[in-house]
Every structure is written in C-alpha cells, then in structure tokens.
C-alpha cells in the first residue's frame, strides 16, 4: 500500500481565514513533506519532517505553518494567505528523509483557492 | 541554477509507438534519478528509478537509460497508449535530506 491521504480535496478560503490541511500516510515512513505546485510547473518544496522533526522550510512565509503530531500525520495551517498562494497542495512521504528509500510517495492534493 | 532540465515542454506520440523522454542534469553527485508522472489535478505518482550504479532499469512498459558521462536519462515508453497522457517529471535527490530536484516536466499526448 503506497497511499497517501489527504483532506479537503478543495478549500477556498479568504484572506482573513485561518483553515488547516491534513496529510496522512500509514507505510511506517519516517519523512513527510509539503509540496506547493503551480499549473504546468513541478512540484515546489516547502517543508520537510524527518521523524517528526522540521527539518526543511525552504524560506516559506510565515502565514504557512506546519505541524507533524506523530509519524502518521502531517498538517500545514493556513493564516492569512493571499490570492497568489492559490495552488495545489501536495503531501508526500518516503521511507526516510536521509540515506535510501528516496522514492517519495505523494497524495492526490489539495486545491486552495484565496479569494 | 536549474540543476535537472527536461528541455521538451511536449512530446505527441501516435499509439503504439515508443515514447522516449529526456531529461539532462548538471551535478555530477546526482546519484538516483526518479521519474513522475502527474495527471491534472492529481499528485505525481512514482514510476521508476534507477541508481547510478547501473544504466538501465526496466519495469514492464517502461525502461529508463542512464548515461552517467553525457549525464543524460531517458524514460522509454513502448507501446504507448492514450492512458499514458500525462506530464512526466524527472529528479535527482539532493545530498540534503530528501529534498527532490525536479525538471520543469514534459507533457506527452498519446494519440489514438
């Protein structure tokens, strides 16, 4: 089994909103991620937890939060936003963050609109 | 510095035929190589990889080459079908932690 949830599957927010994502993943991997992923463009990285600890922000605002509350489970709060964060959201896991097991597993996403 | 480049934005494949996307990469410590492929609307899925101790790893339809000293990897697709319509990411990992670089993505038509 090489699924990885996510919720809401579309959000549409505004710019006052706070509202969370969630990511869980059941293989037993120790790394998770958070992608931001334009139209068209690859996937862009914003964070990274390796066993349950934020190893990776790739500079991002602070308006985005992230939080892993165990192994399984990955959120990114929401706060403030603004209409250019509109894009999908992706979640992704791996075996682990450093070493082997380099094969990143992501979720179908979440499509978040700022209004 | 874009360290792994797809130079095709698209590629159109009649069905059937093979489907060949390249992907080039400048740092020489890349020593894993994946391919995505990205329906819309959906997250990339994990196709294959290959490690850079070999230069071909197949997985039924699909074989991916790598030639370490043009650093150059193809992903074949053979036969293509009208399912395999999609953007096709390549990547390296990065030495730091996990961190994926990707290619900006080719997207193949299959036409029936």
Same mark, same amino acid.
């Given at each position: 089994?090489?699924?990885?949830?996510?919720t809401p599957k579309?959000?549409?927010?505004?710019?006052?909103?706070?509202? *969370?994502?969630?990511?869980?993943?059941?293989?037993?991997?120790?790394?998770?991620?958070?992608?931001k992923q334009k139209?068209?463009?690859?996937?862009?990285?914003?964070?990274?937890? %390796?066993?349950?600890? $934020? %190893?990776?922000?790739?500079?991002?605002? *602070?308006?985005?939060?992230?939080?892993?509350?165990? %192994?399984?489970?990955?959120?990114?709060? $929401?706060?403030?936003?603004?209409?250019?964060? %509109?894009?999908?959201?992706?979640?992704? *896991? *791996?075996?682990?963050?450093?070493?082997?097991?380099?094969?990143?597993?992501?979720?179908?996403?979440?499509?978040?609109?700022v209004t | 510095d874009?360290? !792994? +480049?797809?130079?095709?934005?698209?590629?159109?494949?009649?069905?059937?035929?093979?489907?060949?996307?390249?992907?080039?990469?400048?740092?020489?410590?890349?020593?894993?190589?994946?391919?995505?492929? +990205?329906?819309?609307?959906?997250?990339?899925?994990?196709?294959?990889?290959?490690?850079?101790?070999?230069?071909?790893?197949?997985?039924?339809?699909?074989?991916?080459?790598?030639? #370490?000293?043009? +650093?150059?990897?193809?992903?074949?697709? !053979?036969?293509?079908?009208?399912?395999?319509?999609?953007?096709?990411?390549?990547?390296?990992?990065?030495?730091?932690?996990? #961190?994926?670089?990707?290619?900006?993505?080719?997207?193949?038509? !299959?036409?029936?």
């Amino acid at each position: 089994d090489t699924e990885v949830t996510q919720t809401p599957k579309h959000l549409v927010m505004g710019m006052t909103n706070k509202k *969370s994502l969630k990511c869980e993943q059941h293989m037993g991997h120790r790394a998770m991620y958070w992608y931001k992923q334009k139209a068209k463009k690859p996937p862009e990285l914003m964070f990274v937890y %390796s066993y349950e600890k $934020l %190893s990776i922000n790739e500079s991002v605002p *602070s308006r985005f939060s992230p939080e892993c509350p165990n %192994s399984s489970l990955l959120n990114l709060h $929401l706060h403030a936003l603004q209409p250019e964060d %509109s894009a999908l959201y992706l979640c992704a *896991s *791996s075996q682990e963050g450093t070493g082997g097991g380099y094969e990143q597993y992501f979720g179908p996403g979440t499509r978040l609109t700022v209004t | 510095d874009q360290q !792994v +480049k797809q130079n095709s934005p698209s590629l159109s494949v009649q069905e059937g035929r093979i489907s060949i996307l390249n992907c080039d990469y400048t740092n020489s410590m890349f020593d894993y190589f994946l391919w995505y492929k +990205k329906y819309p609307a959906e997250g990339p899925t994990f196709l294959i990889s290959i490690s850079s101790i070999k230069d071909k790893n197949e997985d039924g339809r699909f074989t991916v080459f790598l030639n #370490k000293s043009a +650093k150059h990897l193809s992903l074949h697709i !053979v036969p293509s079908q009208p399912g395999d319509s999609a953007v096709y990411f390549c990547a390296a990992p990065h030495n730091q932690g996990g #961190k994926l670089i990707f290619g900006q993505g080719t997207e193949l038509s !299959v036409k029936p």
